[in-house]
């Protein structure tokens, strides 16, 4: 059984993994297919290609963006994209600015709280474009103010939390948009993150369906797998195939180990299967 990972980060956002590394992982654990998903950026699609076809592994390209959502977190996956489509690149550089004044205005909030955090400079915590809040994380780890990344966010940084300020996302019309534009099939990840009942799950499902979204992410290792099949069902029923990922980072998140999902199962390629018949089927280019 040929085991694939259809949701993976690497170093070029919050992953530990440079591309070339998160391939030869994939190689060692025999993995035959990886989509690379770098949250806002596809800086790192070039190395993961040519890292990709040096081990024999598929990779296909993509990306995952935050859309402007209530109450939960709406994350959008663009599988398939081009990498150097102008509409995506622009996209992605107004979300790399919006990013960077972020950053900064979280870092003021830091300074007032009287964090000494202020010999680090931002535009050194990743050698990358992507630079969000698991970066500002690591900052309050390296400042022996927390001891992990987790904690970190639960104690400040999470949704809620003193040092929370909300980023400026696109809306779901524009992300689409340029998703298409690029070439690109979208895929919603991991719906329970969004945090609304399994009914407005269903209401929103047959509104992206119509809206051109194709794909649901049902498999995610953040969900209990009883609930994830629940999801599988409820795509179905509407005409929607379905993905697994990991949402692999690294060690950050051990739980999410590399080509495994929800309940720990090991990723079928029947999820690539049908995410590659979606990308080539006419409809999905419009
Ligand atoms: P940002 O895009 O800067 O808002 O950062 C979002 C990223 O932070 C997510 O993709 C996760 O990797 C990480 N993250 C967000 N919330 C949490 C949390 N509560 N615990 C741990 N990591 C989180
Ligand atoms: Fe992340
Ligand atoms: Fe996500
Ligand atoms: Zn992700």
């Not at 024999?56 to 489509?85: A, R, T, V, W």
């Not at 996209?91 to 004044?101: D, S, V, W």
């Not at 400042?143 to 909300?166: H, M, N, S, W």
Request: glycine share 8%; proline share 5%.
């Amino acid at each position: 059984m040929a085991q694939v990972d259809l949701h993976t980060h690497s170093s070029a956002s919050d992953g530990e993994l440079s591309p070339s590394e998160l391939m030869a992982l994939a190689h060692k654990l025999g993995l035959s297919t990886i989509a690379l998903t770098d949250h806002d950026t596809v800086a790192g699609l070039a190395e993961a290609a040519q890292a990709a076809h040096a081990h024999g592994i598929e990779c296909i390209p993509g990306i995952e963006i935050e859309i402007d959502f209530e109450p939960g977190e709406f994350h959008l996956l663009g599988y398939g994209i081009d990498p150097q489509s102008a509409p995506l690149l622009d996209a992605t550089q107004r979300l790399g600015n919006a990013r960077h004044e972020r950053n900064e205005a979280i870092l003021e909030l830091f300074a007032n709280a009287g964090f000494q955090l202020d010999t680090i400079k931002i535009s050194e915590l990743s050698r990358e474009s992507y630079i969000g809040r698991p970066h500002l994380a690591d900052l309050l780890v390296k400042a022996r103010c927390v001891r992990t990344r987790q904690e970190a966010f639960d104690r400040y940084l999470g949704k809620g939390r003193p040092f929370y300020i909300k980023k400026s996302c696109l809306p779901l019309e524009e992300a689409l948009s340029v998703i298409k534009a690029a070439g690109g099939v979208p895929v919603v990840a991991h719906p329970y993150s969004l945090f609304v009942s399994k009914s407005m799950l269903g209401t929103l499902f047959s509104r992206w369906k119509d809206m051109g979204i194709e794909g649901i992410e049902a498999y995610h290792p953040t969900a209990k797998f009883g609930q994830c099949v629940i999801l599988e069902r409820m795509a179905h029923e509407r005409g929607m195939f379905v993905t697994a990922g990991s949402d692999f980072h690294g060690k950050a998140r051990p739980e999410c180990g590399l080509g495994r999902t929800a309940g720990n199962m090991a990723i079928d390629s029947c999820y690539r299967d049908a995410l590659v018949s979606a990308l080539s089927h006419p409809a999905a280019q419009k």
